[in-house]
């Protein structure tokens, strides 16, 4: 298919051009290309679709269920017990609900860490998304409960295997959750595997204390101890990081997961990105959870990243390197070929109404893009070449259920722990 007349985003800038897809990849971007079947772009402005590096997609069932708490509280009399009484059935829907909000927003692929992953499988499949999953593994220190959770995680692995829109990646939750054998043994069926880790990392102040009086040095010096990080390491918040931190993070080329709205919103504290951007640090974005969000709106992460980082100096994460971090950093992250169109890159293009009210004046259309669009924007979503929103509809759920079932699951699953 040729998509013809669309004002692209493509090399960091905008051009009226054309779009030939073949296989659902991008096969050329450029003017005078040909092919039997076109779509007509005139008065859209395309972008590449944003990627969620870290998140927990179920978790939109917990969306409200426990607001304006300290962390630890939050965790234990709220998040805890009603994630103890999840269903598959219950993180299918939820999946799914969390799939229509990143659909609708601008999203195009996600890295979900959370469990009863195989229904998380089966809603990427069944609607046409790209994600990265793992199954999020804890041992505390108990070696019957490790390997039953790399059991889980071989079988959601050999679920996800052959799958063209799916990549799997290891998930040890953190290293305040997971053993140094379990960390270890992770690390090596990573590198014999070839799969990427993805792990949560110093959000909060409390966390980096324990560890320095437990091991005498950070966590992110503690994994870089055993081994843990590398170009293939994912590292979510990393809110508490010094320039230490920062100079291992950098050596090893492991990525960080930025989650400003849920560090914001867990009082966990703002990272260190203007200094870690400018030690040349891997960077991505991610909305966490909905329940520490509370929303998976990307575009309002991107936002709000550009924002917070602004209280320390205007110069601060611009609208286009926000955007680049938000598109290209989660593609760097993941390994993946997508977040930016260009030859040879996946098409997951986003479709932007030139008209819409949030858009004009056209002054600097990715500043209007980042701090101003609003969701209504989107007229069409498209994941590796096939359309998974027109005109506004989606084309692959029937969102009307979704939001009735998911509704219907949350309110049950509070219910039980009452
Ligand atoms: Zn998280």
Redesign the pocket.
């Known amino acids: 298919m040729l998509i013809k007349n669309g004002l692209v985003f493509s090399q960091g800038t905008f051009s009226r051009t054309d779009i030939l897809l073949e296989g659902g990849s991008i096969a050329a971007v450029g003017e005078g290309l040909a092919h039997e079947e076109s779509f007509d772009a005139s008065g859209l402005i395309i972008i590449p679709g944003m990627v969620n590096a ?3 997609l179920a978790m939109t069932l917990l969306r409200g269920a426990g607001d304006d708490m300290p962390l630890q509280a939050w965790l234990s009399e709220r998040i805890w017990p009603l994630e103890g009484n999840l269903t598959r059935t219950d993180c299918y829907w939820g999946g799914m609900l969390g799939i229509v909000e990143m659909i609708r927003t601008g999203t195009t692929c996600f890295n979900d ?1 959370y469990f009863h992953m195989d229904a998380t499988v089966r809603a990427v499949k069944e609607t046409g998304m790209r994600a990265a999953l793992t199954h999020a593994v804890i041992d505390l220190g108990d070696e019957d409960k490790a390997a039953r959770e790399l059991a889980e995680s071989d079988r959601i692995e050999g679920l996800c295997r052959g799958e063209p829109r799916l990549t799997y990646l290891l998930g040890p939750h953190a290293p305040y959750t997971c053993s140094e054998s379990f960390l270890r043994n992770i690390r090596a069926r990573a590198t014999e595997r070839g799969l990427r880790i993805h792990i ?1 990392v110093s ?1 909060t102040a409390q966390e980096v204390s324990d560890m320095r009086r437990e091991r005498g040095m950070s966590p992110v010096a503690y994994l870089d101890t055993i081994g843990v990080l590398g170009p293939d390491t994912i590292c ?2 990393c809110v508490h990081v010094n320039e230490a931190d920062r100079d291992i993070l950098l050596s090893r080329g492991a990525h960080v997961a930025h ?1 400003p709205q ?1 560090n914001m919103k867990l009082s966990s504290g703002i990272a260190p990105l203007p200094a870690m951007d400018a030690a040349g640090v891997s960077l991505s974005l991610g909305t ?2 909905a329940a520490s969000n509370n929303s998976l709106d990307m575009g309002a992460e991107t936002k709000a990243m550009a924002l917070v980082h602004k209280l320390a100096g205007p110069m601060n994460l611009s609208a286009a390197r926000s955007f680049a971090v938000a598109t290209q950093g989660g593609a760097n992250a993941l390994g993946l070929p997508v977040g930016a169109i260009e030859q040879g890159r996946r098409a997951d293009l986003v479709f932007l109404d030139a008209r819409h009210y949030s858009l004009r004046p056209p002054h600097d259309l990715l500043s209007n893009i980042v701090y101003a669009m609003r969701p209504d924007a989107i007229r069409h979503v498209m994941v590796d070449g096939a359309f998974l929103m027109r005109d506004g509809e989606l084309t692959t759920i029937d969102e009307e259920l979704v939001c009735e079932k998911a509704t219907e699951h949350a309110l049950a699953l509070v219910e039980k722990v009452r």
Do not use: F, N, P, Q
């Open positions: 870290h998140t927990h860490m949560h959000e979510a918040h989650c849920s966490d959870g």
